[in-house]
Each structure stands twice: as C-alpha cells, then as structure tokens.
C-alpha cells in the first residue's frame, strides 16, 4: 500500500470575482522510503500542494475537491487537534527559511527537546540525550554544547540542519521539504542535499519535495511529478523525465536550464509567460506557449495518458507519437 | 587583442568600519572592527566582451560592482574606464559622462522600480538626469524605441510596475539602464529572482543586446551554469580576492583552484551520472577575521603549513591565473 494517496486534489480561493483555482485535479503517490519530487515554476501551485498534505493551507484557501490519504487513512477532513498529532509524528514539514521556522526565543535543545516528548514517551533526561544524538546525526559539530544555543548563534547551514533534526525528531514516516535549500549558499546547499538524502534512506522515511530545481530532484528524486499552472503535465521515475521528457513545457524547461560544458551561447526558451489564476486558457493550460498546439488542445483538456513504464504525461500531441 | 580593454581595476579594496558606537568601545576597551570586504582585486574586460565574477555569499562580488559603477568609494586602488582612471574625489558634473556610459541592472526587480512611477517615466529618468533629450516628443519616441528593444510595447509605458510580472519587470530594469546608451553594463544576478523559464527568456535578450549595441558586460552571479552560458571570462571569488581568473572555456573545462573545482562540484548533474560527490566540508568564515594565510585553508584538503602561514598570490598557470600553493608546487595537479 502507498504511503501517501493524494486523489483529484483540489485547492481554490474564493474571491470577489470568483473562485480561483491554484491546485487543479491532481493525483500522485508516494510509497514508504521513496523520494517523490514535486516540480514547477513560482505560482503553479506546488508548494500549495505541500501546504494541504501537512494541513496548513492558509485560509481562505482550501480543499475544495479530492482526498489525501496516509497509510490508507484519510487526513484531508481531521479537525484541526487530530491533524496536529498527525504533523510532526507522522509527517515532519522542513520550510526554506530556516530562520521562521525556528523560536528565536528557545535554545534549539528545548525545541528539539518539547518536539521529542509531544510526540514520543520520554523523560526529560532521555529526550534530552535524544536531542544530542538527533544533533549529532544531522552534522553539528559538539552537539553537547551547541544544544544550549538560540538560533542566531547558528549560521544558516546549521539552522537548517536543525530544522532537519526537528523534522525527523518523531521518526516520520513522510516528510514534506518545501525549497530547502533555496535560502542557501550553493557550498552548503550540496551538504544539506546530501544530507537529507542520507537520513531519508538510512530512516526510510519518504520524501514530498517540493522545489523549482530541477537539478536538486536530478540528485535527490526517485520520481518527479511536474506542475504547470496547478495541473500535473508529467509524472514518472525521474531518469526517464529528465533524459527523454515528454510533454513539451518538460521539454521547454529542461532545455532553459543552462548547463556547464556547453559553450556561450542561446538557451532553449518557452515563449510568453505561465497564466494568472484568473486566465487560464480553456483546454490544455499550456497551448498559448505549445510549439505543437493543434485545436484539439485549444479546446480540451488532455487526459493523462502512459507514455513509458510508470511515465505518464498530460498532453494531446504525445498520445499522437506513440500510437505512430 | 589590439583595442585596450574598456575597464580595467587595479588593486581594488574596500573595507567597511563594523566597529561598535565610540562609548560601548571604550566601556568595554574593544579596538576599532573592520570588514575587509574587497582585498585588492585586478582584472581588466576587453571591449564587447563579459567578464563574470562568481562566489558566495560574503565573498565580495557585490561590492566591486558597486564600486565600478560609484555606488561605493573604493578604499585603496583605482578603476579605468576608457583608458581614463575615474577620480572618486570628482564631483558628479564631471563624472557625468562616464557614469552616462556605465550602467546598472540589480537582483530584484521588485525592490529597483519605484511602484508609484510609470514605467515609462521609469525608462526616462536617464534621459532627463543626463539631458540627452531635446523634446517631449523625442523623449517618448525614445522610450517605445527602449521598450520594443527588450521585448515589452510602447504602450507598456502607461502602466506600473505592479502590473508586471517578475521577468517583464527586469525588462523594464534593462531598458532603463540602456536609455543613456551605455557601453558598459553591471548585472548584480540579474535573474537570481526569476524562474528558469523566465531566466532564459532574460539571458537570451541579455546575449542579443551585446551582439546589437556592442555592449560589455560585468556578471555578478553564485550561479555557476549561468555564468558558463554567459561569460568570456571568469573570476573566482573568496573572501573579498579573486583566488582564480581564467578564460570562460578554459575554467570550466580545467579549474584549477581547490575552491573552483568545490564550486564546479555542487552543480547539480542534470546529466544524471549519479556520481557520488565527495561532501565539502565546513561553511565560508567571517571576513572580519579571515583565516591567515590562504583564506580557504581551513576548508582545503589539500592545504599544509606554508598554505596556513602564507598567502598566495595570483600566478600564471597556463592561460588561467590562480593563487594557490598547492597548484604552484605541483602538489595539485593543475
């Protein structure tokens, strides 16, 4: 059984003019220890998506459609207290801004430490030693005494590493990671990558990241789902997406990502810019800016259609090529 | 090369006074604080051409370019533009027509257009701070002139800047910097803030203009990639000196430096080899006691004595110039 169901989820806004919808009838799974990578460009509703599987999408936003499901229960419709045993036991949430998701006001060990015991039956002492081990485990360095500092006596990188050490303070099974290294140096960025990495595989714990990088899912991911415009537009194991991609904004975006080793010169670039919520074309939401549209695609949305073992892409013109 | 390169910078520094207010240092008998932030920088860039200077936070970058185009006063070292050194001490009259031809284009496109100005007003304010305009008239036909050139429509003029989306707003950003038909173009990450889509939109418009209007381009940039599509030549930055400065080709194909080849290391492979990457440890220190020495010593593996005690200075190796011990005694193959 999958870890995590997500079912035609939806997540709109209503405003005076309407309502607005920002996630739009997506589904995916994610099966215990596998690292699922969520990708898609500012405003396509990625980061929304997290935000309704940990349960702290802001209002007025909400669940207007669909159902998330975590080991076969389902978590989309808990009152608020149940949810919030749920977050940090079950699913642990790292945020991009190390800093904000830290109390400026406590010693990281009493964060670490109040985490612990909500969630796991210890004493004082043995949460305690937990929290050193938990510190330790994510690479600060004399944990012993580091325990006793406030966040601002921390750089960056180590804030991050103990935003990781929270997360996995309860030994989750699913941890919900938002751009967690956007806010960092490109040296550190690479440590916590690689550390991530490590404990997701040594804790089994799967993994939702949800990122713009496309080469952090490259290192990271197992499979990658793409968003455009809160649609899914390619879903499969993450080789497959980044060496051969299907639908053609994957194309588009794969090529304007620039690359060392080719010389100076051009970028592939996708023409005009992703919609506003309010204007999203009819049919496929990518037809304005598609090299291949045809009026099909003008008119109705493309099913999500098999194009590879587990690779599944939303597109009218990938369906034409395999069946010639 | 038979043209002089159209700006040069000897010995550039800038160090900033962090220390605390006169009354706490003398309670508490602590000497005066300084952040060296820029520590004798040298390059030159050869007409037409981009010069790209990459690094970490901290490590300076931003404060050379502030100092080119004047934003900043360089405390030791000078800076020729045109073959003419730039006098800090000249007043803005006499500078004006060399900060005419120098221009700037910043990270965020939100915080550099003032949201109460048209754009078109925006794109004008060169031509009316440098009176390059005889008429309204000349004036308006100018900026639909600028607009077009970085892909908007003259009739984008009439908005603000809220009505555009991030990547439209650094158009707006580059026509502004090319009202006063500048040659020499500053870019501090200019696409840091956008998406990739959105990145290559605004780096292929970048290359077009160079190739139109012959411009020179300085790129501030921590993106390695970018940097790889953009520039003709590069230099590595480390707490406030340039540890290597090498042709672009030649850098990413042979870095030479412990800290280029880190830096080349932590590009995510969008090749998908799965290549394990040795980690790199330990974070860049503080510039206001930078480690003696070689200031990447301590992060270094393959640093010993001479690297702590003494530091290098930049020296041919091949076509590329690098400021290593190890490299110059053949203890790192170079």
Not at chain 1, 29 to 58: D, Q, R
Not at chain 1, 254 to 278: C, F, H, N, S, Y
Request: aromatic share 4%; charged share 25%; proline share 8%.
């Amino acid at each position: 059984m999958a870890l995590l169901e997500v079912e035609d989820l939806v997540v709109e806004f209503p405003t005076r003019h309407g309502r607005l919808v920002a996630v739009d009838g997506v589904s995916f799974s994610i099966e215990p220890g596998e690292v699922l990578g969520l990708v898609g460009e500012s405003g396509t509703g990625k980061s929304l998506t997290g935000m309704a599987i940990i349960g702290l999408l802001e209002p007025p936003g909400r669940i207007a459609r669909g159902s998330i499901r975590l080991e076969g229960q389902r978590i989309d419709d808990l009152p608020p207290e149940a949810m919030r045993r749920i977050r940090g036991r079950k699913i642990g949430a790292i945020f991009q801004d190390p800093l904000t998701a830290l109390n400026p006001l406590l010693t990281i060990g009493r964060q670490l430490e109040e985490t612990i015991r909500t969630h796991l039956e210890l004493d004082a002492r043995a949460a305690r030693a937990r929290a050193i081990e938990l510190l330790r485990e994510v690479g600060i360095p004399a944990p012993e005494q580091r325990i006793d500092a406030y966040p601002h006596e921390l750089s960056g990188g180590m804030r991050q590493r103990v935003v990781i050490a929270l997360a996995l303070a309860a030994e989750p099974a699913l941890v919900v990671a938002d751009e967690p290294t956007t806010a960092l140096d490109v040296s550190i960025q690479a440590q916590i990558v690689q550390l991530l990495k490590r404990l997701c595989r040594e804790h089994r714990t799967a993994v939702l990241l949800v990122t713009h990088d496309m080469g952090m899912i490259a290192e990271t991911a197992d499979r990658v789902a793409v968003l455009y415009a809160g649609r899914l537009v390619e879903l499969g194991p993450v080789e497959a997406v980044i060496r051969r991609p299907r639908h053609p904004y994957t194309q588009g975006l794969m090529g304007a990502i620039p690359r060392i080793g080719r010389r100076k010169g051009r970028l592939v670039q996708i023409e005009g810019a992703m919609p506003r919520l309010d204007a999203i074309p009819p049919g496929c939401a990518f037809h304005p800016r598609c090299p291949r549209a045809v009026d099909r695609c003008r008119r109705e949305r493309p099913d999500f259609v098999g194009v590879g073992p587990a690779h599944r892409a939303a597109c009218w013109r990938v369906e034409v090529e395999a069946v010639s | 090369m038979s043209a002089p390169p159209l700006v040069v910078v000897e010995g550039l520094a800038r160090r900033f006074d962090v220390s605390r207010p006169w009354l706490a240092r003398l309670l508490t008998r602590e000497p005066r604080r300084f952040l060296q932030a820029v520590a004798g920088v040298d390059f030159a860039i050869p007409r037409g051409t981009t010069m790209a200077l990459v690094g970490e936070s901290g490590c300076g970058k931003s404060t050379v370019a502030r100092m080119l185009v004047g934003l900043l006063r360089p405390s030791a070292g000078r800076i020729l533009f045109d073959g003419t050194p730039l006098d800090p001490n000249a007043g803005r009259k006499a500078l004006a027509p060399v900060r005419r031809r120098m221009q700037m284009i910043f990270q965020d496109p939100y915080a550099s257009l003032d949201p109460r100005w048209r754009v078109e007003a925006i794109v004008a304010e060169p031509l009316d701070a440098f009176g390059l305009v005889a008429s309204r008239a000349e004036r308006r036909e100018r900026v639909s002139e600028l607009l077009r050139a970085v892909g908007l429509s003259p009739a984008d003029g009439r908005k603000y800047p809220h009505e555009f989306s991030g990547g439209q707003r650094q158009r707006i950003s580059i026509a502004r910097a090319l009202a006063s038909r500048p040659d020499f173009l500053v870019c501090d990450e200019p696409t840091s803030a956008l998406d990739v889509s959105v990145q290559a939109q605004i780096l292929n418009l970048m290359q077009e203009l160079q190739e139109q209007l012959g411009l020179t381009y300085l790129l501030i940039s921590h993106n390695l990639a970018v940097v790889s599509v953009m520039a003709d030549q590069v230099g590595v930055m480390y707490l406030g000196r340039i540890v290597e400065l090498a042709p672009a080709a030649e850098l990413f194909e042979r870095p030479r430096h412990p800290y280029t080849r880190l830096l080349l290391d932590t590009v995510p492979d969008l090749e998908m080899r799965r290549r394990e990457r040795a980690p790199v440890a330990g974070e860049v220190p503080s510039p206001i006691d930078p480690p003696p020495g070689c200031a990447f010593h301590p992060r270094c593996p393959w640093a010993n004595g001479r690297c702590r005690a003494e530091r290098p200075e930049l020296q041919p190796v091949g076509p590329a110039r690098v400021a290593c011990h190890a490299v110059e005694e053949g203890r790192l193959a170079a």
